[in-house]
């Protein structure tokens, strides 16, 4: 089934006018925040390659989060890698997803989900698996929380570049393990990850 916007539309004809689509960037990496974003779009929204981020390549997706920022109303919100640590990685997901979707001037009426439902959600909810692929606001919030992160975990490698961290961007590669054992965690390393909590019993 290709990404439209046949959710949305379904909520709309119910009178549900404001539709936040909502998904998340970074609950796997050893490193660095998770970033939720959310968008609402309107009826006469039209952008027939978005799709899902994973999907893209990373200059499609810079080129629809350039548009998208300008063109949609959309919120982020950025849980560092110590509120990872404090909630773990499931908490802290689900406390930025009903972070974000409180930010909105106006507030949205439902959420699409992208995953599974989400426990003391503020707004009526419907998750869908795999929903990036299937709802254009999850997919527009998935480039906006994709490209997000990427930025932030690129501005991190200025500060700490012996770990790579604009290349693989946090993630668990082969090349970030072992730059993780050579030089030990750095200050935004998620302790409570199993790869980076071995790193302290030596």
């Known amino acids: 089934m290709p990404c439209s916007l046949k959710h949305e539309r379904t909520l709309w004809q119910q009178g549900i006018e404001r539709v936040a689509g909502i998904d998340e960037a970074g609950r796997g990496p050893l490193a660095g925040p998770v970033v939720v974003a959310t968008v609402i779009l309107t009826e006469k929204f039209r952008l027939k390659e978005l799709d899902d981020s994973k999907k893209l390549a990373a200059k499609k997706r810079d080129e629809l989060y350039s548009f998208l920022v300008g063109e949609v ?22 406390e930025a997803m009903r972070d974000a979707v409180t930010k909105h001037a ?21 998750a869908l698996v795999g929903g990036d692929s299937l709802s254009k606001s999850i ?34 590669t082969a090349e970030h393990l072992a730059k993780l054992r050579e030089h030990g965690p750095c200050p935004i390393h998620r302790q409570s990850f199993e790869p980076v909590a071995q790193q302290y019993l030596f």
């Open 73 to 94: 109303e959309w919120t982020v919100a950025v849980f560092t890698h110590e509120e990872v640590d404090r909630l773990n990685i499931l908490g802290a997901t689900h």
């Open 139 to 172: 997919a527009a919030a998935s480039v906006i929380a994709k490209v997000t992160r990427d930025r932030i975990m690129e501005e991190m490698d200025q500060i700490y570049p012996q770990y790579g961290f604009a290349k693989h961007k946090g993630y668990a």
């Open 106 to 126: 106006l507030p949205a009426h439902h959420a699409l989900i992208d995953g599974l439902p989400v426990p003391r959600f503020p707004i009526p909810h419907t």
